[in-house]
């Protein structure tokens, strides 16, 4: 495996004029300053007209998740609520026109797999979920909530290593355990608590075991902002973005290698393309 550095510098923004009209917001996890709660709410446009939407459902303790997630904007003077999904048929109808009609939806952190087995239970939710980002909403998550954001989503286990830890001390073939997300960004795996908690093997493993893929790694109260192809970083810390250019991975002794990995790092205020 040789990687490859690239000097991180702003790209220029592309048009984006088929794409989604709404943007991703996708934190990393760790501590959100007032600044980077604040750099959210402007991108979404949330207003005294119109509404902010909590989905806490990735917590343990999705009561707690929805008051502290509610609490950000309602600090701020904007109107937020907060589902859980598990009231009656005629409330979570009424719930699903709400999570359609907001301007921001946010996903705070817990266990990305407990999010989305909500969400095959009840898949109107992510229907409404598509329907508000293609409306033009921003869709934001943290840590866990990030994760959903990808269509192939890390779950943090390993087939092999069933013992859980924070970073992968092996890059194996077959022991990355992935599972579907929301599929809001294409082609793109989203990984969390990145430079924080060393996650450089996971998501080398990931690239190397989906080589078509571009793996993300976000860092912790940090985030990006993706419109459609365009992503700029925000926050404190770096985002590491790996592109597998040869797109071809091979085994020897069940160890993964690959010829041409592209490792780019970027700091708040740097844009990138997605695909480039």
């Known amino acids: 495996m040789c990687l490859e550095f690239s000097e991180a510098h702003p790209t220029p923004v592309e ?157 194996e073939k077959d022991n990355l355990i992935t599972d579907e997300g929301l599929g809001l960004i294409k082609d793109v795996i989203i990984d969390q608590h990145f430079v924080k908690r060393a996650r450089n093997n996971r998501l080398l493993t990931a690239v190397m075991e989906y080589p078509d893929k571009v793996g993300i790694g976000i860092d912790e109260s940090t985030a990006v902002v993706v419109s459609g192809n365009n992503a700029t970083v925000v926050g404190e810390s770096q985002v590491l973005v790996y592109r597998n250019r040869s797109q071809q991975t091979h085994v020897k002794n069940g160890k993964l290698a690959s010829s041409n990995i592209q490792v780019s790092i970027y700091v708040p205020g740097d844009r990138f393309l997605v695909f480039d």
């Open 15 to 171: 048009n984006d004029s088929t794409v989604n009209i709404g943007k991703l917001f996708i934190i990393g996890g760790g501590h959100r300053s007032d600044a980077l709660i604040d750099s959210m709410i402007a991108y979404s446009n949330l207003s005294e007209d119109n509404f902010a939407v909590v989905l806490p459902m990735a917590s343990s303790v999705p009561d707690t998740a929805a008051y502290y997630g509610k609490l950000q904007f309602i600090d701020r003077g904007f109107e937020a609520t907060a589902f859980n999904f598990e009231d009656g048929e005629e409330a979570m109808s009424s719930q699903i026109d709400s999570l359609r009609n907001a301007v921001l939806i946010y996903i705070p952190g817990g266990v990305q797999s407990r999010f989305m087995k909500v969400i095959e239970q009840n898949p109107r939710i992510a229907r409404a979920i598509e329907d508000a980002y293609k409306n033009g909403a921003l869709i934001a998550g943290t840590s866990a909530g990030a994760a959903v954001m990808s269509k192939i989503m890390i779950t943090g286990d390993q087939k092999k290593y069933p013992e859980y830890t924070s970073t992968f001390y092996h890059l």
